[in-house]
């Protein structure tokens, strides 16, 4: 009984830590871009509105840099919410499966 009890804390314990690391990177996404919309508007009132920003930061703001942020952000936000998806718990299961049916149906061929 104590040792169901101990498992089932551990497995809590496991759980609250990985609920933990998600929450952090999903606040470390949030973070990056709420800058990167920063950064959007600067570059949108540099480029389309002439305001002229041209001091050491600002100034490397152009369309390249802003194409590769906007990939940036893209692939963060795929990793961080569609991961599982396409990836996740379900997907490792049926590929398990699937590899050891090829397995069992191998081992018939041989034998």
């Known amino acids: 009984m104590e040792l169901t009890m101990t498992q089932e804390n551990e497995k809590k314990r496991i ?3 990985i609920a933990r690391e998600k929450m952090q990177q999903i606040k470390k996404f949030y973070t990056h871009l ?31 840099f802003m194409w590769c942020w906007t990939f940036i952000i893209a692939v963060q936000a795929i990793k961080l919410f ?6 996740g718990k379900n997907w490792e299961e049926r590929k398990i499966q699937e590899i ?9 061929n041989w034998e």
Do not use: C, H, R
């Open 15 to 17: 759980l609250e830590d």
């Open 34 to 64: 709420f800058i990167y919309s920063i950064g959007v508007a600067i570059f949108v009132s540099k480029k389309y509105f002439g305001l002229p920003l041209n001091f050491w930061p600002i100034n490397f703001i152009n369309s390249f």
């Open 82 to 87: 569609m991961k599982d998806q396409f990836l």
């Open 100 to 108: 050891i049916e090829k397995e069992k149906t191998n081992k018939q």
